[in-house]
């Protein structure tokens, strides 16, 4: 994967480890594998710290989180996420998703074949 095709996915979560165990899991077995997995937590929860601090662990890419003291919804966390990420593209996905092993390379397989860059507009 080249620089300008690095991969942020940000995950917004609200307390719902097991949901997000599954989200979180499809991501690790993507056959492409992302520069970071950015989790932004909708109000405090204690429980889901503790899973990202643990499953950080045995990935080899960053898991970053944020927290939010209040809720904020999921508009606003998605936003949170974004403005955390690194990288030059963005996939989101809520904590109830999971995602078939191939979703990142079928997108960027198809950002590649339209000649598509993060300078446009429709990307």
Request: glycine share 4%; aromatic share 6%; net charge negative.
């Amino acid at each position: 994967m080249s620089r300008d095709m690095s991969i942020s996915v940000v995950i917004t979560t609200t307390n719902r480890v097991g949901f997000l165990k599954r989200a979180v899991e499809s991501v690790i077995n993507q056959k492409v594998k992302p520069n970071e997995i950015v989790i932004v937590i909708d109000g405090e929860s204690a429980d889901t710290v503790n899973y990202i601090e643990e499953i950080s662990k045995s990935i080899s890419f960053p898991v970053n989180y944020f927290e939010t003291i209040n809720n904020v919804g999921g508009s606003e966390a998605r936003n949170i996420g974004v403005s955390l990420s690194t990288s030059h593209l963005i996939a989101l996905m809520d904590d109830d998703d999971e995602w078939k092993e191939t979703k990142l390379e079928k997108q960027l397989a198809e950002i590649e074949k339209n000649k598509l860059s993060t300078t446009d507009t429709f990307l």
